[in-house]
């Protein structure tokens, strides 16, 4: 386990409109915002041809290949999620989803693309005094969180 300690700053209140990609309309508050670092909880729907990272082809095999599911149609979306920068400083949301349709569910990582359906609301909790970080891991490919 590694661990660092943070303190709680802002907390907005944030509401996607129709289209907006997640990770890309986040990701561009923090940086407008000023936030470096931050925890978030997200509920509202996602939009058919939403794209999600559904885990990888193969266990722990190497090279990492990751699975991706479509939504097909309009799904209710709840989840959560942290930002923390990479190594150019540039905010990085990790941010996984499960979303429902009557009684199918799927759950995945929105890095690939989840577009709002309607509305989408996000409370974002900023996280003061973090060392956090995101650099590249160079074994799996994936910006990896550094306390």
């Known amino acids: 386990m590694k661990y660092s300690e ?3 700053g802002r907390i907005f209140v944030i509401r996607l409109e129709d ?6 309309a986040i990701e561009k508050f923090a940086r407008d915002q000023d936030i470096r670092a931050a925890a978030l909880i997200v509920l509202g729907g996602a939009d058919r041809g ?4 559904v ?12 699975m991706e599911h ?11 999620g942290t930002l923390f920068p990479d190594d150019e400083g540039n905010p990085i949301l990790h941010m ?17 693309g989840v577009k709002v359906w309607h509305v989408m ?11 956090g970080r995101r650099p590249v891991d160079f074994e799996t490919g994936f910006k990896l969180l550094i306390p």
């Open 19 to 24: 289209g907006e990609v997640v990770h890309e």
């Open 6 to 8: 943070a303190r709680p």
């Open 50 to 53: 939403s794209t999600f990272v």
């Open 96 to 112: 996984h989803m499960a979303c429902g349709r009557q009684t199918a569910t799927v759950t995945g990582c929105i890095r690939t």
């Open 55 to 66: 885990g990888p082809a193969a266990g722990r095999s190497t090279p990492i290949i990751p």
């Open 70 to 80: 479509v939504l097909r149609n309009v799904h209710e979306v709840c989840g959560t």
């Open 121 to 131: 609301e996000i409370i974002l909790f900023e996280l003061l005094g973090s060392t």
